[in-house]
């Protein structure tokens, strides 16, 4: 299955891409594709800690993914 992947400030920086398109085994996770990113772009976060949304609704790393889905990696928002 094909998904979208977009990345967010600090992750896009460290990629060096803000979107891409992600080839995954069928009845992958989120956590696999979590894995699968910091496999590809080490600069990422452990994968447990990614926080990842799923056609624009905050998902677990168990959630499984549907070919076509929009799937954003969320960086940590810090600020005051």
Do not use: W
Not at 6 to 28: M, N
Not at 35 to 59: D, S, W
């Amino acid at each position: 299955m094909k998904v979208q992947v977009l990345l967010f400030a600090s992750y896009r920086e460290k990629a060096g891409v803000g979107r891409l398109r992600l080839d995954l085994d069928d009845g992958a996770t989120v956590g696999d594709l979590a894995c699968t990113m910091r496999a590809k772009f080490p600069g990422l976060p452990e994968p447990e800690r990614i926080v990842v949304a799923v056609n624009n609704e905050y998902q677990e790393h168990d959630f499984v993914l549907s070919d076509g889905d929009e799937v954003a990696l969320i960086p940590p928002v810090s600020g005051g």
